[in-house]
């Protein structure tokens, strides 16, 4: 029996969309119509949370990646599944700072503290870390960079390790280190461009 089937390929296009969404491909609108066309038609049952909370990453990151700032944290903020939330933390604290919320990215990282303080994890850490150096006064946001960089070299996520790169390189490029900035930017280039990931990429290169 084909009952109930087609529900079950939503969440796997929901992944596919996000993938779509981080390389900027020219089939990202055609996968996100796939998807809302299956969230229209079948009802998902226990899905429901995770496909809705993976096409707002999706949209998210898609807005992020054209430049649209206030986009992307509307979509990023209205998570509902708390293990999606902490996957996607490098990304919705980046879209809050990057919009000017930064009372909204203090409160996602610190509600991340909370899980990592308890689970110890080397990428929870790592991205409590990078949050705080986001938010940070100009004297403590270098030594909490330098901290997220060696969580991730225990995480084992080289998309957090480069976003990390990224944004430690470009607050260096901004006070005027262009050569400490630069092995950080080339180190995430190559990270994103193996990923794919070709407006990150495209920004470290600025």
């Not at 529900?7 to 296009?13: K, L, Q």
Request: net charge positive; glycine share 6%; aromatic share 6%.
């Amino acid at each position: 029996s084909s009952i109930g089937q087609p529900a079950m390929t939503a969440s796997p296009t929901a992944w596919l969309t996000l993938l779509s969404a981080l390389q900027d491909r020219d089939d990202y609108d055609d996968r996100l119509t796939r998807l809302e066309d299956l969230v229209a038609k079948h009802p998902l049952g226990i899905l429901t949370d995770p496909v809705h909370d993976l096409t707002r990453w999706a949209k998210g990151l898609r807005a992020a990646g054209s430049g649209d700032r206030v986009g992307a944290l509307r979509h990023l903020a209205r998570f509902r599944m708390p293990v999606l939330a902490r996957m996607a933390a490098p990304e919705r604290i980046e879209a809050a700072v990057r919009a000017g919320d930064q009372a909204a990215a203090r409160a996602w990282t610190e509600e991340l503290a909370r899980f990592a303080d308890a689970t110890r994890r080397p990428w929870a850490l790592a991205t409590v870390a990078y949050g705080r150096a986001l938010t940070a006064g100009h004297g403590i946001a270098e030594a909490l960079f330098q901290e997220s960089l060696g969580h991730h070299d225990r995480a084992g996520r080289p998309l957090d390790t480069a976003r990390t790169q990224l944004a430690y390189g470009e607050w260096l490029r901004r006070n005027r280190r262009r050569v400490d900035a630069r092995q950080h930017l080339r180190d995430a280039v190559e990270t994103f461009q193996d990923l794919r990931a070709a407006n990150l990429a495209a920004r470290a290169n600025q």
